[in-house]
């Protein structure tokens, strides 16, 4: 979820996804061509409890046998809804990952209509195991990464917690629910004032699903106190100005990590960068940030 003074708040739930032809379909996935962009196909597969397609732009490059999923922030600002919001992050940090010869899938998750942690995580799930099933030898890779950011880092970091992946990368994402409990009213009336836009709508989602501040449902949110449940290797990125997901997300979260650590319990490897004075949307562009990437991906690449 985002806000900026002087945005304009458009319309987009249900909108109509872009016009594509279908190329090919086999073992559950379906490809597409879509006017108007060149260095990607449209990658859907069916979701297997669940009717309907999980889809994402997968790029076309050359590559070093490394997929990374990357998960954009909600579709507040896009009037396409999540697949143009999914398409603007693959050709933005998709990108710069493709330039140093990473395969990208940018993925459409839901929002509207489902809360975080429910229909937006099954999503990535579905996406990672037809890449256990299937994709990853159709697609001739042998590692898988996540990048998310904003609500798709969210997303990322639950994920972590029921997925297993080669690493992933969290940038100003949601750790624990406090933020959601504490600020209630304000939620609640943001969704009241934008009923029709899809990053506006989910946190309405959200509080209907988890119910009201001290409902037990808000733990499943929870990964600070559940950090023993992450499986991989992750990297935090937070900007210490973010008003929109509180950096004290991931201040909450490596403190945790840490005092678990030093009391000897064994957990997956997490790291942590804090950018002091940083806002909510900056660090997915910061050269900084993208070389801190590029360093903890590394250390997984042969």
């Known amino acids: 979820m985002c806000l900026c003074a002087g945005c304009v708040i458009p319309i987009n739930v249900e909108v109509d996804s872009p016009l594509r032809t279908i190329t090919e379909e086999k073992l559950g996935a379906r490809f597409s061509v879509e006017e108007g962009l060149e260095d990607a196909i449209w990658l859907e597969i069916e979701r297997v409890d669940e009717p309907g397609y999980v889809g994402g732009y997968l790029s076309t490059n050359d590559h070093r046998g490394a997929l990374i999923i990357l998960l954009a922030g909600a579709s507040t600002f896009s009037p396409g809804g999540p697949e143009e919001n999914a398409r603007d992050f693959h050709l933005e940090l ?20 489902t809360a975080y942690g429910q229909g937006d995580l099954r999503d990535a799930e579905e996406a990672l195991d037809w890449l256990e099933r299937n994709g990853k030898t159709l697609l001739g890779v042998q ?7 904003s609500s798709g880092a969210t997303v990322a970091t639950l994920l972590n917690r029921t997925r297993d992946v080669d690493a992933l990368v969290s940038i100003a994402g949601l750790t624990e629910p406090d933020q959601l409990e504490a600020n209630w009213a304000l939620y609640s009336l943001l969704r009241s004032l934008f009923p029709l836009n899809e990053g506006l709508c989910q946190p309405g989602s959200t509080l209907d699903f988890y119910g009201s501040p001290g409902s037990p449902l808000w733990d499943e949110l929870d990964t600070v106190n559940r950090v023993e449940e992450l499986r991989n290797p992750e990297l935090l990125v937070h900007g210490t100005q973010d008003v929109i997901f509180f950096v004290e997300n991931t201040i909450h979260l490596q403190e945790r990590f840490e005092e678990r650590v030093a009391a000897g319990a064994h957990l997956a490897p997490l790291e ?22 590029f360093q903890f991906l590394g250390s997984f690449e042969p």
């Open 94 to 113: 998709g990108t710069v990952m493709r330039e140093r010869d990473y395969r990208t899938w940018s993925l459409a998750l839901r929002e509207c209509g």
């Open 143 to 149: 590692r898988v990464y996540v990048i998310g950011y």
């Open 272 to 293: 942590f960068m804090i950018l002091p004075g940083a806002n909510h949307f900056g660090p997915p562009f910061r050269t900084d940030v993208h070389d801190r990437i």
